[in-house]
């Protein structure tokens, strides 16, 4: 299983991005999807969460302004950031797992099976 993200950069506070994750070597469709991040001398955190039947889970800092999606036939996971804050910087990180459902804690998982590079995100004020 290879997970590789995408679209990570240096946006100003307010701005937007557009996080997006092609999965290869794994079934898209069936099992729940992720994001989390992880800022310098924090902890993991779990962003957004998406089953295998579209509901979403959003973790209480980001929703109203965060948009988890995928493209099941592109095997490619999503995550819109709208209305970024200089908080919103950490390294952002796709996971996918062989469970199909997020759970109910806020975010999704923590201990997803598979988990991709990560990439940058950066916030300035």
């Known amino acids: 299983v290879q997970l590789v993200e995408s679209g990570g950069g240096s946006v100003q506070a307010g701005g937007s991005l557009r996080l997006s994750c092609a999965a290869s070597?794994?079934?898209?469709?069936?099992?729940?999807l992720g994001w989390s991040r992880q800022a310098p001398g924090k902890e993991r955190e779990g962003v957004a969460g998406?089953?295998?039947?579209?509901?979403?889970s959003y973790a209480d800092s980001v929703k109203g302004r965060f948009t988890i999606s995928k493209d099941n036939a592109k095997n490619t996971l999503y995550l819109q950031m709208n209305s970024l804050k200089p908080e919103d910087t950490a390294m952002y990180y796709c996971?996918?797992?062989?469970?199909?459902?997020?759970?109910?804690?806020?975010?999704?998982?923590?201990?997803?099976?598979?988990w991709g590079q990560g990439t940058q995100v950066t916030v300035s004020s």
């Open positions: 996971a996918a797992d062989l469970r199909p459902y997020c759970g109910s804690v806020p975010g999704g998982l923590r201990d997803y099976n598979y």
């Open positions: 070597g794994y079934t898209f469709s069936s099992n729940c």
């Open positions: 998406i089953d295998r039947d579209g509901s979403t």
